[in-house]
């Protein structure tokens, strides 16, 4: 089996690499960094299965597969740590994922699925990613109906608004939430959280934050092609160099 493997931390690309090291039937054609380049390297390389992460730079996991189409898309593996709606939607829709942090036996197994699938019938014949895809669709639209979370506030919990929202930041299996003049700890992960808000107002600029695009002011240098992102009150929060473009271009730049 050729494999592309997508990620765009260069460590998890490395522990996919010393996994994979050694096992027999698979090859490694290609990695890539981000979406958009994922979806280059689809067309070019043509592999039969691909480790894709969900949380990417200018194209996330949700996009690569809306971007490639179904009828075109290896059999996909995700690599992941997204909360349980999105994991029963893989079980659905595509060949297994990883939850991160996982081993090589979990990998292997993984794979194996793969190849019986591949096996059994071609990638551009399995409706299951159509299926995917609008689970995503039906998710996506979630947050828009929605427009507002449940957070706790020492009394119990208050109602937030999307729009209210400056930035959040993210520790582990929490997250902090900042409005223009409180801040709330909830117990939920960025990467879920991400997919609850509304992705027409919100930008991931940092594996650790998210902003409010309608706050944002100002984007300044800062050092090795970071940024930084001013928002209303002055607060200010870093803009890693592999979401700058990304945020630059939310931005209308």
Partial sequence: MDLLLVDDE????????????????????????????????????????????????????????????PEKMPLTIFVTAFDAFALRAFEVAAVDYLLKPFDRHRLVEALERARSRLAAAPAAADPRITTLLQLVEERRQLPSMAGRLLVPDGQGQRVLAFDQIHHVEGAGNYVRIHTDTESFLLRDTLASLETRLDAGNFARVHRSSIVNLDRVQRVEPWFSGDLVAILEGGRTVRVSRSYADGLRQRLGG
């Fill in 10 to 69: 260069e460590l998890a690309r490395q522990r996919l690499r010393d996994l994979l090291a050694g096992l027999s039937g698979v090859r490694v054609v290609g990695e890539a960094t981000g979406g958009g380049e994922a979806v280059r390297q689809i067309g070019q390389l043509n592999p039969d299965v691909i480790l894709l992460d969900i949380q990417m730079p200018d194209l996330d996991g949700f996009q690569v597969l809306e971007r490639v189409g």
